[in-house]
């Protein structure tokens, strides 16, 4: 696999309950849309090269589509909120 970010974590997924879930008072996570043969390590890695954050837990499941999905909680001083103005979630 090669190590650039980009071809690590593939876009975000946006939906009502991941919005819920990026408000920084809440749980501070954001879902992206990730290879399926990336490993958390490198996820976080990729999150955190992306966006210049700290990642402190990485979760992933493969949903029913067969697509990897990574919920990625930030680290305390860094919001998830200013990640998604960013990126243009809002």
């Known amino acids: 696999m090669t190590l650039d970010p980009h071809s690590i974590v593939l876009r975000p997924r946006v939906t009502e309950k991941i ?8 749980e501070n996570k954001l ?3 990730c290879r399926r043969d990336a490993t958390k390590r490198q996820i976080a890695w990729a ?5 210049d954050v ?7 499941q493969i949903t ?16 998830a909120e200013d990640v998604g103005m ?3 979630i809002f």
Not at 47 to 51: D, M, Q, R, S
Not at 54 to 60: A, D, E, F, G, Y
Request: proline share 0%.
């Open 64 to 79: 029913t589509d067969g697509l990897k999905q990574a919920s990625v909680t930030f680290a305390e001083g860094f919001s």
């Open 47 to 51: 999150v955190e090269k992306l966006f």
């Open 19 to 26: 919005m819920a879930k990026m408000e920084a008072g809440s």
């Open 54 to 60: 700290r990642v402190s837990k990485v979760n992933t």
């Open 31 to 33: 879902v992206f849309v």
């Open 86 to 88: 960013r990126i243009g």
